[in-house]
């Protein structure tokens, strides 16, 4: 007999700014625990020394959650050059120093030509990529370094937003990427590039997929209400599972298509798309789930939420 969840039945995507210091799941275990829900997951790590957009999936919207994890991202960050560290960020054992107040916001500005477009990334020993079942930065920790390949990623805008100079110059970036992007690559990379060596000072997300900063809530806010007794308003910060979608193309059924769709059969949809993954919705608005268009052109069923009717 499968165990039955502990927790209240809690549906939705919160965009939480995550805190500095704190991993991602973590805030996800905290937020989990304000709202006393049964079921929750992250849409991959952000760094405990990163604060900023965490998307955070409850319930039937968890699982959606692969559609957060595989959409582009947004940063802001601060890399300090004439440092290069063994974590490529502030927390870490510094490797080098150099003097860099021969670097010009000229030679910046250059040297992130190299980095726009599509380009190869040797992914660090301190990220999430598990080799062999194991996070590398397990093994970092452990002292073990292992052999990466190379992994290409889209950069697909990089904005120099500021540069302050001295023996230590800091550089403030803007950044748009695809899914798996290692910022703090970019800054080692950009400090060898420079020949100063390079880590990342400071890195906030701001987007994720459609999500921004504008539409996060931060961990003080969420304690206070609960702290209140407002759960009403805190389930109202909860936004509804498609808005993760929100990229695919929408389909509307007739409450007859949408029994057959609910019963696992393919159904045929006026004007619908010729291929591809669809969102699909009754024409009350109802969200049911998503399909995908069959070789026939019908609607099949892919990813369904359950709702009690």
């Known amino acids: 007999m499968a165990r ?22 973590r805030a996800l275990q905290m937020v989990k625990r304000l709202y006393g829900a049964a079921k929750a997951g992250h849409t991959g790590s952000l760094d405990p020394l990163a604060s900023g957009v965490l998307p955070l999936c409850f319930g039937e919207a968890t699982k959606f959650s692969q559609f957060l994890l595989d959409a582009d991202k947004a940063y802001q960050s601060t890399f300090v050059l004439g440092v290069a560290t063994a974590t ?6 510094v490797l080098t120093t150099s003097d860099a107040s021969h670097i010009t916001e000229a030679d910046v500005c250059q040297a992130l030509e190299a980095f726009r477009g599509e380009i190869e990334q040797v992914p660090s020993m301190f990220s ?16 073990i370094e292992v052999e990466r390949k190379a992994r290409k990623v889209v950069i697909k805008q990089l904005e120099l937003r500021a540069f302050r100079g001295g023996d230590r110059p800091e550089v ?24 100063s060596g390079a880590h ?3 890195l906030r997300r701001t987007r994720a997929g459609p999500f921004s900063i504008a539409d996060s809530v931060s961990m003080t806010m969420l304690e206070a ?25 929408l389909v509307r059924l007739t409450e007859s298509g949408g029994y057959y769709i609910r019963q696992g059969q393919p159904v045929q949809v006026p004007n619908a798309p010729s291929d591809g993954m669809v969102r699909v919705a009754l024409e009350t608005g109802e969200f049911l789930g998503i399909g995908e268009i069959l070789d026939d052109g019908r609607v099949a069923p892919r990813r369904l939420i359950v709702t009690a009717r």
Do not use: H
């Not at 490529?88 to 054992?93: F, L, N, P, T, V």
């Open 128 to 143: 999430a990529i598990k080799q062999d079942g194991q996070p590398l930065y397990k093994l970092a920790r452990q002292g």
């Open 4 to 25: 039955r969840r502990r927790g209240r039945p809690v549906d939705g995507i919160l965009i939480l700014d995550k805190p500095l210091g704190v991993s991602s799941n």
């Open 88 to 93: 490529g960020d502030a927390e870490g054992e």
């Open 172 to 195: 403030d970036i803007y950044l748009e990427c695809s899914k798996g992007t290692y910022v703090r690559s970019i800054a080692e990379d950009l400090g060898r590039v420079l020949g």
């Open 200 to 202: 990342v000072g400071a």
């Open 225 to 249: 209400l609960k702290s209140n007794g407002q759960m009403a308003e805190m389930d109202a910060l909860l936004l509804p599972a498609d808005t993760a979608l929100s990229g695919l193309p």
